[in-house]
T-cell receptor, first 117, second 111 residues
Framework: EAGVAQSPRYKIIEKRQSVAFWCNPI?????LYWYQQILGQGPKLLIQ????????DSQLPKDRFSAERLKGVDSTLKIQPAKLEDSAVYLC???????????????FGSGTQLSVL | GNSVTQMEGPVTLSEEAFLTINCTYT??????LFWYVQYPGEGLQLLLK?????DKGSNKGFEATYRKETTSFHLEKGSVQVSDSAVYFC??????????FGAGTRLFVKA
């Protein structure tokens, strides 16, 4: 079974530039998450999709971050303009359960490491 | 609110040593508890889970018991190997809410 695919693996940009990350979840997984993992911290949820609808984006900095999941499969996360504090690993995860289950198991991609200079 | 606190790392052990990584939680309601592991260069993957009090999750020689009275879910392994070197994340989920992760504990195992 193919895992969660993310690209690019690394990205270096200057502040105020824009950047986009791509995620392809495991086939058939309806729920998709984007997490931000700052060095030395645990992953923090940015946005959760159920199919192509947003379930939770309460911690997404909407003035600069946006995400979409067209057709309920692939997803892109964009930052525009980037700030120094956006330097982090951006993780995509998916699950087959609807997100409401106590037993939900998340499958993670390898992440995109973003450095903002 | 819901939160997870785990012991700071790094933890450095010799091969075949006993491992304990402490995890405590605060939750409104009755959470499910998880340990995820992140090997170098890879994404997080589920190691084990427990969904109710006194449940014991186990996998690959690792164990953790859901202790409601102490709000803890400590990870243990009787004999660690070099290949266990990784970052370990304790996490909780309450019902329909998001999975919340601790800060992670890095483990180094020396041959």
């Amino acid at each position: 079974e193919a895992g969660v695919a993310q690209s690019p693996r690394y990205k270096i940009i200057e502040k105020r530039q824009s950047v986009a990350f791509w995620c392809n979840p495991i086939s058939g997984h309806a729920t998709l998450y984007w997490y931000q993992q700052i060095l030395g911290q645990g992953p923090k949820l940015l946005i959760q999709f159920q199919n192509n609808g947003v379930v939770d984006d309460s911690q997404l900095p909407k003035d600069r971050f946006s995400a979409e999941r067209l057709k309920g499969v692939d997803s892109t996360l964009k930052i525009q303009p980037a700030k120094l504090e956006d330097s982090a690993v951006y993780l995509c995860a998916s699950s087959s359960q609807p997100g409401q289950g106590y037993n939900e198991k998340l499958f993670f991609g390898s992440g995109t490491q973003l450095s903002v200079l | 609110g819901n939160s997870v606190t785990q012991m700071e790392g790094p933890v450095t052990l010799s091969e075949e040593a006993f491992l304990t990584i402490n995890c405590t939680y605060t939750a409104t309601g009755y959470p499910s508890l998880f340990w995820y592991v992140q090997y170098p260069g890879e994404g997080l993957q589920l190691l084990l889970k427990a969904t109710k009090a006194d449940d014991k999750g186990s996998n690959k020689g690792f164990e953790a018991t859901y202790r409601k009275e102490t709000t803890s879910f400590h990870l243990e392994k009787g004999s660690v190997q070099v290949s266990d070197s990784a970052v370990y994340f304790c996490a909780l989920k309450v019902g329909g809410f998001k999975t919340i992760f601790g800060a992670g504990t890095r483990l180094f195992v020396k041959a």
